[in-house]
């Protein structure tokens, strides 16, 4: 049976070009970064020249990018480590209600220690209300932290206005962009983003690497203690093979920026366009316009996501009923319910997010199951 794979927003296959530059790093340029014998030199060349690679393709300084596990790492560090390290200056934290929950998360336990935390509201689309962020800045507001792209609904936020209220009120601000790097052109100095957070799986490099940009000038305390990698900011040793890789994914995902998004919006149209003629009684949710090339969230009334998807899977089609963090949870998405979705509808909604090995045929042989399956769902609860 062949795989159909439509699950792009929760991992990607590392591709083969990105597989081929690591594997060097694995056996050969093996040493530590730290060394300075040969081996150990090699292993830094490819460190830094990742870091350069990543700078690259948002537009700031190799020295801005410090190298992490995962998007989750990015966050927490951001987050965690902008707060302590200007607790003195205020303890009030802006972020929204529909954030990953790495995000979420660390900004509750933020509250447990004392920080203060605005948890925006989104409107049906999923949009920040800005007049709520404006708003809700104070003396004490030390960090604003929007995504700058849902990872369920798809929806793109105003990031670049939302950068200027927080430069023009001395405000630093973050954005976690583990969904956008390569569906979006990022420049940090143009949006005045502050931090920002990325995760190579995403994007065509391996699981286990993530990054994190730092403006220079912001002070952020450490949250593991150990060596002094990373600029005594990250203690570990490097995981050179996998930074590397990542370095290469997201050299060549901006490098096809055209082709690939052009390629993406193509199949998530024709999806959409054919679901909305041929299924009664369904809900495009996220931004229509303002959305990544890739994401699809539908709801279909009356049809129970899980049991969908395992039909799906019958015939070789992997899809999410959300985020796949989320797995496993009996309460519908925060984000589903944070747009006004009831639960039921919540309960019944299926995303497909499309990448570079997804092809017409595959597409329209979904589009062919979704019929299929939502009506034979729909006709036995009749």
Do not use: W
Not at 42 to 60: F, H, S, Y
Not at 288 to 308: M, T
Not at 352 to 360: E, L, Q, R, V
Not at 367 to 380: A, T, Y
């Amino acid at each position: 049976m062949k795989i159909r794979y439509f699950d792009n927003a929760a991992t990607t296959a590392v591709r083969e070009e990105v597989l081929k530059e690591m594997i060097p790093y694995f056996k050969i340029n093996y040493g530590n970064a730290s060394a300075i014998y040969s081996v150990g030199r090699e292993a830094k060349r490819g460190l830094d020249k990742a870091r350069i690679r990543v700078a690259n393709a948002i537009n700031c300084n190799s020295h801005e990018i410090y190298f992490t596990s995962c998007g989750s790492e990015s966050d927490n560090l951001a987050i965690k480590g902008v707060a302590y390290a200007n607790r003195n200056k205020g303890n009030h934290i802006i972020t929204s209600k529909i954030e990953h929950h790495a995000v979420l998360n660390s900004c509750k336990t933020l509250e447990k220690q004392g920080f203060r935390v605005t948890y925006l509201n989104v409107d049906e689309n999923g949009n920040v209300d800005m007049n709520e962020l404006i708003s809700s800045i104070c003396k004490d507001t030390i960090l604003i932290s929007i995504m700058f792209a849902n990872n369920e609904i798809g929806t793109i936020e105003p990031i670049e206005q939302i950068g200027k209220i927080a430069r023009k009120n001395n405000i630093l601000f973050h954005t976690d962009s583990v969904q956008a790097i390569g569906n979006v052109r990022i420049d940090v100095q143009k949006l005045n983003i502050d931090l920002l957070s990325m995760s190579g799986h995403k994007f065509y490099a391996p699981k286990g690497i993530g990054a994190l940009y730092v403006r220079k000038g912001i002070d952020f305390e450490k949250l593991q203690d150990g060596g002094h990698q990373e600029k005594n900011k990250r203690a570990g040793t490097e995981n050179i093979a996998e930074i590397v890789g990542l370095g290469k994914a997201i050299e060549m995902i901006y490098q096809e920026y055209d082709i690939y998004n052009q390629k993406l919006k193509t199949l998530r149209d024709y999806y959409i366009d054919e679901i909305e003629k041929t299924i009664p009684n369904i809900k495009l949710n996220g931004d229509r316009i303002n959305r990544l090339p890739g994401n699809a969230n539908i709801s279909f009334k009356g049809v129970d996501a899980q049991e969908l998807l395992l039909q799906l899977d019958e015939v070789g089609i992997c899809a999410a009923a959300g985020s796949a963090c989320s797995t496993g949870d009996a309460e519908p998405s925060h984000v589903l319910t944070s747009i006004g979705l009831p639960k039921e509808l919540a309960s019944s909604t299926l995303r497909i997010s499309f990448g570079k090995d997804n092809t017409m045929e595959d597409t329209k042989f979904l589009v062919n199951c979704m019929q299929k399956f939502v009506k034979d769902i729909r006709e036995k609860q009749k």
